[in-house]
């Protein structure tokens, strides 16, 4: 239960600002964006529309919650920096913010003509797509477990407990 204090201590802190509330709120606009318009742009003939009507209501939870943690890591991160935290660099920030991007996209997109295209551009093959879609339940589970602990590593930055997560 102290990981989930830390994290709702980091939460706080953060969001306690206009300007990073206002910041949150922008960056979940273009995730949830990004989680729509990619798997939009990388099937021919796709529409926003179309794509909207693939979504179950499962996947729409699926993509609110990980469009929220998104948000929630990078608006931490970005307050980490700009408070003067010392942090070890920036490019794992970066790759960090990336991966939660990456793993927003591939989390739901839940068809398999929304995941070819996009698997295509990192050469994964139609077995890997296959074996991803049979088991994307348990790739959405890890994928919210690593977000989560990014975001307690974040929190403990926040809380001044770790200088080097």
């Known amino acids: 239960m102290n990981y989930l204090k830390t994290i709702w201590f980091g939460i706080q802190e953060t969001l306690s600002k206009k300007k990073y509330s206002v910041l949150f709120a922008v960056i979940s606009l273009i995730m949830l964006s990004l989680f729509v318009l990619v798997p939009t742009w ?3 003939g796709n529409t926003v529309s179309s794509q909207l009507t693939v979504f179950t209501p499962t ?3 699926i993509l609110a919650l990980l469009t929220i943690i998104s948000a929630l890591y990078m608006t931490m991160q970005i307050f980490v920096m700009r408070t003067g935290r010392k942090i070890q660099g920036v490019g ?3 790759g960090g913010a990336f991966g939660a991007l990456f793993a927003g996209i591939t989390g739901t997109a839940f068809c398999a003509s929304c995941l070819a295209p996009l698997f295509a551009i990192f050469g994964i093959g139609f077995g890997g797509l296959i074996f991803i879609l049979e088991y994307r339940l ?3 589970a ?3 477990a690593l977000m989560f602990i990014a975001l307690y590593l974040t929190a403990r930055k926040i809380k001044r407990v770790c200088v080097t997560c």
Request: proline share 7%; no cysteine; charged share 5%.
């Open 42 to 44: 990388t099937v021919p």
């Open 59 to 61: 996947d729409l939870f």
């Open 138 to 140: 348990y790739f959405v």
């Open 92 to 94: 794992a920030t970066v």
């Open 142 to 144: 890890g994928i919210l």
